[in-house]
Structures are given as C-alpha cells and as structure tokens.
C-alpha cells in the first residue's frame, strides 16, 4: 500500500526559509501536490508537480523531487505569520486515489 | 467560481444517532469525493464518485455509512447509526472530467459524537 510520512512540527522566524519534507513509498505515484490546512478550513492546494519534474517554482514556494529517492520537499521563501498551518503532502496513485500525509504543522514566530 | 460548498459545519449528536452532510461540488465537476480527516490525521478517502456512479468505496464502512450522488451534482453521507470514533471532520472534493485531475475541498464538516 501507499505510506506517505512527514515530519510533526516545524518552527521558524518570520522571514526565514521554511523547509518541509515528504517521502512516499509508491513509485508509480503520478502527482505530487502539496495542500495547506488553516484551523476550521478546508484544504487549500498550494502546489503541485508531475513526478517527471525535479522542481516546480510559484512564487515564494518551490517544490523539489527527488523520484529515486521518492523525497519531496516544499520550501516556502521569506515565511511570514499568514503560512503558519498545517502543511499536508499527498500523492497520487492509480490516477485517481489520493493518499496524504499525517501532516506537518508549521509554527511562524515574529 | 464559487468553490465546493458543505454543510452543515458542525454536528454534534449521540452515539447511535444517525447524521447526514450535504455537499455541492464546483459547477461542472465530474469527479466527487468524500473523505474522513480525524484529528492530527490526514484525510482518508471513503468515497468516489465518476458522475453518479461509484469509482471506488473500498474504505468506506458500509455497515454504517452510506453515500449518493443524485443526478451527478450534489451528495450526501449519512452514518448510521454513529459510534464515538466517528468523530472527525467530513471533507468533500471535486475535480474537472477525468480522475487525477487536481482536487479542490470544501470547508468541510465537524462531527462530534458523544
């Protein structure tokens, strides 16, 4: 079956770089998307990248994959208070099924 | 474009009540799906629907729970009747004509069963 993992918790400052990691087990995984979970929301897509991609840059976020090593990693540049949440990756399987993470909680101190 | 719509937000009930959410996907969305997210969890596929057909309900407990799509719009999951571990939050999705296509969530459901 697909396992996805992530780290727990992530602590930054204000205006630092934000590095939050992803491995997957399942190598035929098509997509890889990265969601963002505010308190009381729903889930917001931030980003995606298909696995023949090693990055993917929109704006301040840049997704890197490493598909020998199934490591995906999501760096938010200049990270403000406003990215403080939950961060969940998710990968693909058969075309169609989802399978997330456990999530990682980013805290943004000032 | 207005976004996938749920509801109600909250619920809370007893233990062996039943309990139905409604959702409404992004106009035009083919693909629907209904997920359970319990607390400091990512969220679980239990449903999908292609139109009004189901794609795969395999982590869906049909002892309790039941969902539909009339008419390939909008869909309900009920539970019946609720135990202490549904407690969760009920998300639902849509995505454009084929499977794989990018999901796009509602603000989802928060069941609390006492």
């Known amino acids: 079956g697909e396992d996805v993992e992530q780290s727990l918790f992530l602590s930054v400052r204000e205006g630092d770089s934000s590095v939050i990691n992803c491995t997957y087990t399942?190598?035929?995984?098509?997509?890889l998307y990265w969601y963002k979970q505010e308190p009381g929301a729903g889930l917001q897509l931030l980003t995606y990248i298909f696995s023949n991609m090693d990055m993917k840059q929109d704006q301040r976020l840049t997704v890197l994959l490493n598909k020998k090593d199934k490591h995906l990693s999501l760096r938010i540049a200049d990270t403000q208070t406003g990215d403080s949440a939950i961060y969940f990756c998710a990968a693909l399987r058969d075309f169609q099924k989802l399978v997330f993470g456990t999530g990682t909680r980013l805290l943004v101190s000032p | 474009e207005a976004g996938v719509a749920q509801s109600p937000r909250y619920k809370i009930i007893e233990k062996r009540q039943s309990v139905a959410f409604w959702c409404n996907p992004i106009?035009?969305?083919?693909?629907l799906y209904w997920y359970q997210q319990i607390l400091g969890q990512g969220p679980k596929l239990l449903i999908q629907f292609q139109n009004n057909g189901v794609v795969d309900d395999s982590q869906l407990p049909k002892d309790r729970f039941s969902a539909e799509r009339l008419k390939g719009v909008d869909s309900t999951l009920k539970i019946q009747p609720a135990k202490l571990e549904d407690s969760a939050v009920y998300l639902c999705?849509?995505?454009?004509?084929?499977?794989?296509?990018?999901?796009?969530f509602g603000p989802g459901t928060r069941l609390l069963v006492l």
């Open positions: 999705a849509s995505s454009p004509v084929t499977p794989g296509e990018t999901q796009y």
């Open positions: 106009s035009g969305h083919a693909t």
């Open positions: 399942d190598s035929s995984s098509t997509y």
